[in-house]
């Protein structure tokens, strides 16, 4: 729709054509992004989240961008992320022989048999893209709770929009649990540090996102932007 | 109401700024001016590309059913274990939670994905008008349902590192897991590359959304709806 030009018996439309009026204007609307249907974004109450009224996809979410807690979560994920890479995992023992693993054995499991390929798709989705994306979500947010920002804020926050359905660790534990039940009957099972460590990580990621979803990280960031163009700006 | 393409607007796929297309402004392709991002107001080559990714995706089914996804060895006797199969010896171990699990991760999600996709992508090329909110919401079941049948291959990848212990028993992936997995990566991507705002394009209806008083964008909690200016509705 390059230069596409708009009919003018609508009084959106109208709107969005007045010239200078554009900046102002467009930055109250939202358009959806399954359907792209155009909204005027109205305020909604903490917690609650607007939806497209044609096809009542989320639009945006009324987050509490408390920069603070969500620093302190996504710290806390990634120190359980080390201590969850640190200790066995899973452990069986059948008839005196016992064998543990930890995350990431289950990576070499793989490429030690052959199936190198699966080997490293599976080391992005279980450990390198979940670390990328905590990593990344502290690259903005500690700059941010600093009033800083570091160079790359955009291209990180794409990254980390990028990889969000890349990133599986909690089917990971799903897996983990369901070969779980398929050996009970044939091994005794010991979960490992680790596997609660794992456990818990999974409970801060989804907390965090539940904090700080994309679209609000966004709005932080841009916020921030603002604060550094205002006059006083020595912070640029 | 209009949609943003019908005004001559895009909306940035990362961080949701809308933007004025035009043609003066912009270097092609065009950038979001604040996330840089690329902007296209239909995901590029949509139709082509999803296809394109699902038959790689069915393609790859194949050999994921054929060859064996692990390989089981209890005392030395070592048994190859195929998708389907693995879901018979769960079926005769009375395993059935685990059994329905497995059965519906490796086959129904896989099958019904590669269905509604098909049924998705003909439905917006031929140009179909009915049902576009269930359609709408059989693309959001896909997106977020396919991703999950990699808890197979991470199955078979954590009980071939568990299951080493010496002579008594030992388990090996198999050529089927790199199959199976590039069935649920492919089927990804097309999910990926299909876009959903397609479905909706032609859509005549929007008088009946556009009706005068009525609420333009609205927002729910529980059954709380609030018009433009914030006032409670019923």
């Not at chain 1, 790359?152 to 369901?178: D, H, N």
Request: with cysteine.
């Amino acid at each position: 729709m390059l230069g596409a030009r708009p009919s003018s018996d609508d009084s959106m439309t109208r709107r969005v054509n007045d010239g200078d009026l554009v900046e102002s204007v467009l930055s109250n609307l939202v358009a959806c992004h399954e359907c792209d249907l155009l909204h005027e974004k109205v305020a909604i109450e903490i917690g609650a989240e607007a939806r497209c009224m044609r096809c009542n996809a989320g639009l945006y979410t009324n987050q509490q961008n408390s920069i603070d807690r969500a620093v302190a979560v996504g710290l806390a994920a990634l120190i359980m992320f080390v201590v969850a890479n640190s200790f066995p995992f899973l452990q069986i023992s059948v008839s005196g022989n016992s064998q543990s693993m930890s995350i990431i054995s289950a990576v070499f499991a793989l490429s030690s048999e052959g199936q190198w390929l699966l080997a490293v798709v599976c080391f992005g989705f279980i450990l390198l893209f979940p670390l990328l994306r905590m990593v990344g979500l502290l690259y903005i947010l500690l700059p941010l709770r600093l009033h800083r920002r570091l160079p790359g804020t955009e291209l990180v926050f794409r990254g980390i929009v990028f990889l969000s359905p890349w990133s599986m660790m909690e089917i990971y534990l799903f897996g983990a649990i369901v070969a779980l039940v398929k050996l009970a009957a044939m091994a005794n099972i010991e979960l490992g540090h680790s596997f609660w460590a794992f456990a818990l990580l999974n409970v801060l990621a989804a907390v965090s996102l539940q904090m700080i979803d994309n679209h609000s990280l966004w709005e932080l960031i841009s916020e921030s932007r603002e604060g550094e163009e205002s006059p006083a700006g020595e912070l640029v | 109401m209009r949609t943003a393409a019908e005004c001559g607007l895009v909306a940035c796929p990362a961080c949701g700024t809308i933007t004025r297309l035009s043609v003066e402004r912009f270097e092609v392709p065009p950038k979001c001016q604040l996330c840089f991002a690329r902007l296209h107001s239909r995901k590029p080559m949509s139709i082509q590309k999803s296809w394109a990714w699902l038959v790689a995706g069915v393609l790859a089914y194949i050999p994921a059913n054929v060859y064996p996804i692990m390989y089981t060895t209890v005392f030395g006797n070592s048994e190859p274990n195929t998708i389907v199969g693995g879901f018979f010896v769960l079926w005769e171990m009375k395993s059935y939670p685990i059994a329905i699990v497995v059965f519906v991760a490796s086959v129904v999600v896989p099958v019904l994905k590669f269905v509604a996709v098909s049924y998705l992508l003909i439905s917006i090329q031929r140009g179909f008008k009915h049902s576009r909110y269930d359609r709408t919401r059989l693309f959001r079941l896909t997106e977020f349902i396919g991703r999950w049948s990699m808890i197979d291959v991470f199955v078979v990848a954590i009980l071939a590192a568990l299951v080493q212990i010496g002579s008594v028993a030992q388990i090996a992936p198999g050529l089927g897991a790199t199959a199976f997995g590039l069935t649920v990566i492919f089927t990804m991507l097309s999910a990926l590359a299909l876009d959903s705002r397609l479905i909706w394009d032609g859509d005549q209806d929007l008088a009946s959304v556009n009706r005068p008083g009525h609420i333009s964008g609205h927002a729910k909690r529980g059954n709380n709806l609030y018009a433009n200016d914030g006032t409670p509705l019923a």
